[in-house]
T-cell receptor
């Protein structure tokens, strides 16, 4: 069974703080993804990574950065958290290539006050 | 512009009813996924389709590639089926996924 874990289920941070969200997968997947999910907007891709140290911007990368130093770990960084980054953050992983499904982590609900 | 459109957005059904959720997409795809998200956030993959039809228990998923349309059916619905169902497609031109905004299903006992 593929397992994707995220470092926190719930997180409350103050405006301006630097926030780290961590995601770990145990199936040697090449691809890892960070999404945010907001009511009425569905899942939106922030960044994805197809290999160690490789990353590509998704649809909404502004205000975020990522780090992938090891294949199993993909971190999302909010350099200076703002209230409009309050959201549910979901990490996913998949094998490289077409036709492979994504496996999702449980999500981190981040509140920025 | 949404590459993936789902309907309906919200659906309430009586226990035992047959339910259909629809998904239309506008991009070329290598596969279509149906996902289930329960309150609390976790997302589970139900089906991955590239053609035809798949069945798992009371769930059936179909896809028509020519019409760029997929349906998810739930037979003999049960309150535990209450969840958000999300349609997602994987582009055939890269590594990108596109997601619908989800259908919120409530099954009343």
């Amino acid at each position: 069974d593929v397992k994707v874990t995220q470092s926190s289920r719930y997180l409350v941070k103050r405006t301006g703080e630097k926030v780290f969200l961590e995601c770990v997968q145990d199936m040697d997947h090449e691809n890892m993804f960070w999404y945010r999910q907001d009511p009425g907007l569905g899942l939106r891709l922030i960044y994805f990574s197809y290999d160690v140290k490789m990353k590509e911007k998704g649809d909404i990368p502004e205000g975020y950065s990522v780090s992938r130093e090891k294949k199993e770990r993909f971190s999302l960084i909010l350099e200076s958290a703002s209230t409009n980054q309050t959201s549910m953050y979901l990490c996913a992983s998949s094998l490289w290539g077409i036709g492979y499904e994504q496996y999702f982590g449980p999500g981190t609900r981040l509140t920025v006050t | 512009k949404n590459e993936v459109e789902q309907s309906p957005q919200n659906l309430t059904a009586q226990e035992g009813e047959f339910i259909t959720i629809n998904c239309s997409y506008s991009v070329g795809i290598s596969a279509l996924h149906w996902l289930q998200q329960h309150p609390g956030g976790g997302i589970v993959s139900l089906f991955m389709l590239s053609s035809g039809k798949k069945k798992h228990g009371r769930l059936i998923a179909t896809i028509n590639i020519q019409e760029k349309h997929s349906s998810l059916h739930i037979t003999a619905s049960h309150p535990r089926d209450s969840a958000v169902y999300i349609c997602a497609v994987r582009s055939n031109t890269g590594n990108q996924f596109y997601f619908g905004t989800g259908t919120s299903l409530t099954v009343i006992p």
